[in-house]
């Protein structure tokens, strides 16, 4: 009898602690911004599921148009559709983009363009963890293809579209993990192996993509600072979502269940993003990091100027943006070849060695 009375004490113990201190703790802060968001436009990647959909359907519900830009589209064109029903709102739309592939980027991108504002965008698709080394469509490994190339070009390609909206914020969704693991510290970007052709691990990969999603949050903002548009970083929380689809089936198991009782829920994972995405507050707030949808300090790595300002150079040459500054004309063709990408000149600086310019435009259109 008194073993079951204790047990029964217990277990309402428990119950009374989770509900009133763990979940609350667990929940993190909450966006309390009631903003609307009628006549505005928002673009979240990686809307058909998780904290993505999460977000289209918040925005949704403050009646912004959404553009909804995923990879699967049968899977978000099901999400679009339950996002309508729930909120009312009508005006989602589905369109295709796979961060995997420039060409899918770029293609994004110029059909966005003939919409007549873009307020949000949230860079928020991802892939994690993934078991074994694989390349995107341009050569890029893929995990650092998606987190960080992917939505490099797509950001720069909708610039102009964010500086025509008043007030326009670009919110990029990183990770605590950008730190590495409790046992095993993350190192500052590593250049040499950005691609992870010399070594391979999933978990540094991500780690290294979600440093880099930081670092390119400083450097836009520092680019983009007296034109109107914002950017942040976060980390939205540990999430049950299918991130860990990677996992093996036990390991995913366990750490589903885990975080279902001590991890966020899917509405509490995109407080964060919303609230970089809506709050007054933060108007002209831009380049910092936040978690629980408060200001947070990123690892001392995350905060290297240098390293973003060189991130930003090495990118802008991998996805083939246009080549404005003095390039050292060698590497930029010698990294372009290995990748199949497409540098292109803006204009003809006069440090070039015209012979060598050449030969990289012809280079370069030989790739068209
Ligand atoms: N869940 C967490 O605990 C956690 C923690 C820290 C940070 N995050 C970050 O939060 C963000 C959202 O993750 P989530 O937890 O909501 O995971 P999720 O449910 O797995 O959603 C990831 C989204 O990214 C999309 N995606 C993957 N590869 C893509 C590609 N090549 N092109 C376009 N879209 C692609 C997926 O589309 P498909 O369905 O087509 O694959 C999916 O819509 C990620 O950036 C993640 O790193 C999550």
Same mark, same amino acid.
């Not at 979940?23 to 928002?42: E, H, Q």
């Given at each position: 009898?008194?073993?079951?009375?204790?047990? !029964?004490?217990?277990?309402?113990?428990?119950?009374?602690?989770?509900?009133?201190?763990?979940?609350?703790?667990?929940?993190?802060?909450?966006?309390?911004?009631?903003?609307?968001?009628?006549?505005?436009?928002?673009?979240?990647?990686?809307? +058909?599921?998780?904290?993505?959909?999460?977000?289209? !359907?918040?925005?949704?519900?403050?009646?912004?148009?959404?553009?909804?830009?995923?990879?699967?589209?049968?899977?978000?064109?099901? $999400?679009?559709?339950?996002?309508?029903?729930?909120?009312?709102?009508?005006?989602?739309?589905?369109? =295709?983009?796979?961060?995997?592939?420039?060409?899918? #980027?770029? $293609?994004?991108?110029?059909?966005?363009?003939?919409?007549?504002?873009?307020?949000?965008?949230?860079?928020?698709?991802?892939?994690?963890?993934?078991?074994?080394?694989?390349?995107?469509?341009?050569?890029?490994?893929?995990?650092?293809? #998606?987190? =960080?190339?992917?939505?490099?070009?797509?950001? +720069?390609?909708?610039?102009?579209?964010? %500086?025509?909206?008043?007030?326009?914020?670009?919110?990029?969704?990183?990770?605590?993990?950008?730190?590495?693991?409790?046992?095993?510290?993350?190192?500052?970007?590593?250049?040499?192996?950005?691609?992870?052709?010399?070594?391979?691990?999933?978990?540094?990969?991500?780690?290294?993509?979600?440093?880099? +999603?930081?670092?390119?949050?400083?450097?836009?903002?520092?680019?983009?600072?007296?034109?109107?548009?914002?950017?942040?970083?976060? =980390?939205?929380?540990?999430?049950?979502?299918?991130?860990?689809?990677?996992?093996?089936?036990?390991?995913?198991?366990?750490? +589903?269940?885990?975080?279902? =009782?001590?991890?966020?829920?899917?509405?509490?994972?995109?407080?964060?993003?919303?609230?970089?995405?809506?709050?007054?507050?933060?108007?002209?707030? *831009?380049?910092?990091?936040?978690?629980?949808?408060?200001?947070?300090?990123?690892?001392?790595?995350?905060?290297?100027?240098?390293?973003?300002?060189?991130?930003?150079?090495?990118?802008?040459?991998?996805?083939?943006?246009?080549?404005?500054?003095?390039?050292?004309?060698?590497?930029?063709?010698?990294?372009? %070849?290995?990748?199949?990408?497409?540098?292109?000149?803006?204009?003809?600086?006069?440090?070039?060695?015209?012979?060598?310019?050449? *030969?990289?435009?012809?280079?370069?259109?030989?790739?068209?």
């Amino acid at each position: 009898m008194y073993p079951l009375l204790i047990l !029964a004490i217990l277990i309402t113990c428990y119950v009374l602690f989770h509900t009133y201190i763990l979940r609350p703790y667990i929940a993190g802060g909450v966006c309390t911004s009631k903003a609307r968001l009628d006549g505005k436009t928002a673009i979240v990647t990686g809307a +058909n599921t998780g904290i993505g959909k999460e977000t289209a !359907a918040e925005f949704a519900r403050r009646g912004a148009r959404v553009i909804m830009a995923c990879r699967n589209l049968n899977q978000a064109e099901e $999400a679009m559709k339950e996002i309508v029903q729930t909120t009312g709102n009508r005006s989602v739309v589905v369109k =295709h983009l796979d961060l995997a592939s420039l060409k899918s #980027v770029r $293609a994004f991108a110029e059909d966005v363009k003939n919409e007549a504002r873009l307020d949000i965008l949230i860079n928020n698709a991802g892939v994690f963890n993934l078991p074994e080394f694989s390349k995107t469509e341009d050569s890029f490994e893929m995990t650092m293809g #998606v987190n =960080h190339f992917g939505h490099f070009l797509l950001t +720069n390609l909708l610039l102009d579209l964010l %500086k025509q909206s008043p007030s326009s914020r670009v919110v990029v969704v990183s990770s605590v993990l950008h730190r590495g693991q409790p046992t095993r510290k993350a190192p500052g970007l590593n250049f040499e192996n950005m691609n992870s052709e010399i070594s391979y691990n999933g978990f540094m990969a991500y780690a290294q993509s979600k440093l880099a +999603n930081i670092l390119f949050t400083r450097e836009l903002a520092r680019r983009l600072e007296g034109t109107g548009v914002t950017v942040n970083s976060l =980390h939205p929380g540990k999430i049950s979502t299918d991130i860990r689809r990677h996992f093996s089936p036990w390991k995913k198991f366990t750490w +589903n269940v885990l975080f279902r =009782h001590f991890g966020k829920s899917v509405e509490e994972g995109a407080q964060t993003q919303v609230h970089l995405a809506v709050s007054e507050e933060l108007e002209g707030v *831009s380049g910092l990091y936040f978690s629980d949808c408060k200001e947070d300090e990123p690892s001392k790595h995350a905060q290297d100027d240098v390293a973003a300002k060189k991130l930003w150079e090495v990118s802008a040459k991998l996805v083939g943006l246009e080549v404005t500054s003095r390039w050292n004309i060698g590497i930029t063709m010698k990294m372009a %070849k290995e990748n199949h990408v497409i540098p292109r000149i803006k204009s003809k600086p006069s440090c070039f060695n015209t012979g060598k310019l050449e *030969s990289f435009v012809r280079f370069g259109s030989s790739f068209a």
